[in-house]
């Protein structure tokens, strides 16, 4: 089965400081990979995906993550956080062999962004 | 298109008592899904469906049914509400098929559920 880890439940940081998520998945085979965000008060969307090609993936409102396989991570980063990044962030992951989109969540990551 | 819309947004229950909540989608979307969302958990899946007519268990279906009669509607019953059924529920919906990419989900509002 399919498993999602974060290991960071909560992060605080400065306005201009940089950010780096973890997030571990555990399965064999070839698998998608999501970020997807939750801004205070609204639902989900989707930040940014990896299915192929190259392991560094650009999103939307300058978030990237790199693929790394041999790790089992996907992780995501972001040079210079803005306080309107102050959100809860989810990694997930679907294995195409089963559903294109059945989608796995991990438990999440809070940040919050002093001003 | 109003994408994925959700009722109720709220909803408190007594213990014991069943209700539906309703999802439906105009993006002629063939995979809906249900999750619900509590703190420190993350999303978990409920249950899904890949079409009308085919529905399948998630990580954590007990305590609920669905069915999937139409394209648009994928209601979420619960039969017997109990306090650990408290949770926020969302409803997402993306297309189905061996594309490439994966398939991004498309979310509702979402449905705060209290049982007391």
């Known amino acids: 089965a399919q498993s999602v880890s974060q290991h960071n439940h909560h992060v605080i940081l400065s306005e201009a400081a940089s950010l780096e998520l973890g997030c571990n998945y555990s399965y064999g085979g070839t698998v998608n990979l999501f970020w997807y965000v939750q801004y205070p008060g609204q639902h989900l969307q989707l930040l940014l995906k990896y299915f192929s090609g190259d392991p560094l993936v650009k999103g939307i409102k300058g978030f990237e993550a790199e693929f790394i396989k041999s790790k089992f991570s996907f992780n995501l980063r972001k040079p210079s956080v803005q306080w309107s990044d102050t959100a809860e962030y989810f990694c997930?992951?679907?294995?195409?062999?089963?559903?294109?989109?059945?989608?796995?969540f991990g438990s999440g990551t809070r940040l919050s962004i002093r001003p | 298109n109003a994408g994925v819309t959700q009722t109720p947004k709220f909803q408190v229950l007594k213990t014991g008592q069943s209700m539906t909540l309703q999802c439906a989608q105009d993006m002629n979307h063939e995979y809906m899904s249900w999750y619900r969302q509590d703190p420190g958990m993350g999303l978990r899946l409920i249950h899904y469906s890949v079409g009308a007519g085919i529905t399948d268990q998630g990580e954590v279906p007990n305590g609920y049914n669905v069915s999937r009669s139409t394209t648009e509607d994928f209601p979420l019953r619960l039969l017997s509400a109990a306090p650990s059924q408290t949770s926020v529920y969302f409803c997402?919906?993306?297309?189905?098929?061996?594309?490439?990419?994966?398939?991004?989900?498309?979310f509702g509002p979402g449905t705060r559920l209290t049982v007391l």
């Open positions: 997930a992951v679907n294995a195409p062999d089963s559903s294109a989109s059945k989608i796995i």
């Open positions: 997402a919906s993306s297309t189905e098929g061996l594309l490439l990419g994966g398939n991004e989900q498309f």
